[in-house]
């Protein structure tokens, strides 16, 4: 928001500057210079050029300044909504080995290294791997599920992210049932996942759903990230706040 504001801002202030500017190269000064009383008469005022770039000017004004507004409204407004889950001590750091020119397998191997250096910092409680900061969920998947029969037009969706091991206990959200992920859940072990109670009553009738299966009909191009017909069984449940 903020980039797309300084960005309309200097466009405004380089299209408003520019015609007014343009426009002077063309003006003879010298029968600007003489005092004509039609040009001296503070009564008469036409309605040219440099009056629209003066009213566009304060229209748009006006306009970023609304923006602005609702901008941080909204700042304020998502401090006071209660994610689920404490912030505080919570650090997030992004980053993408693949700027750095690493092959998939590679990342992998240094996210991996990254996780256990910072796990064992001095004041750190615990770390994990996440693709992306919560609750921004990554990804959304139409299900299928084990058991459930949809009513006629409806259409489970769930929404995910892939998460590594200690994702739970960095985010200090509890365990209801099962377990969470643990490093022995790899790319290329059966795919596991950790749901909410919300969605193990719906669709699984019991908020103990550890065992059942579900499959994601549509997702992502990996089957660590969850692929196109992945079948993953359900080894965990946490509450939903």
């Known amino acids: 928001m903020l980039g797309f504001t300084l960005a309309l801002s200097l466009l405004t202030g380089v299209a408003l500057g520019l015609a007014p500017a343009l426009n002077a190269t063309g003006v ?50 998502t401090q006071a909504v209660d994610l689920g889950f404490s912030v505080e001590g919570l650090a997030f750091i992004e980053t993408d080995a693949s700027f750095a020119g690493y092959a998939p397998d590679e990342a992998v191997a240094l996210y991996e290294a990254l996780r256990e250096r910072l796990s064992v910092l001095p004041g750190v409680e615990s770390a994990s791997l996440a693709a992306g900061p919560p609750p921004a969920w990554q990804h959304s998947s139409e299900l299928a599920i084990d058991g459930y029969e949809p009513a ?17 206990d960095v985010l200090r959200v509890p365990l209801l ?9 790899r790319p290329e072990t059966p795919g596991v996942t950790v749901i909410n109670e919300s969605l193990a009553r719906l669709y699984f009738g019991t908020p103990n759903a550890v065992g059942r299966r579900l ?19 359900v080894i965990g449940v946490v509450p939903d706040d």
């Open 152 to 168: 006629a037009g409806e259409r489970p969706w769930v929404r995910w992210v892939w998460a590594g091991p200690d994702y739970f």
């Open 177 to 185: 049932y099962g377990r969470t992920f643990t490093d022995f859940d």
């Open 28 to 77: 003879t000064l010298t029968p600007s210079l003489r005092a004509d009383e039609a040009t001296l008469d503070p009564n008469r005022r036409g309605f040219n050029l440099r009056n629209v770039l003066v009213v566009s000017q304060v229209v748009l004004s006006c306009v970023l300044l609304v923006f602005e507004g609702i901008h941080l409204r909204a700042l304020a407004t």
């Open 215 to 233: 499959r994601l009909v549509d997702g992502s191009r990996s089957k660590a990230d969850g692929a196109p017909g992945a079948e993953l069984e």
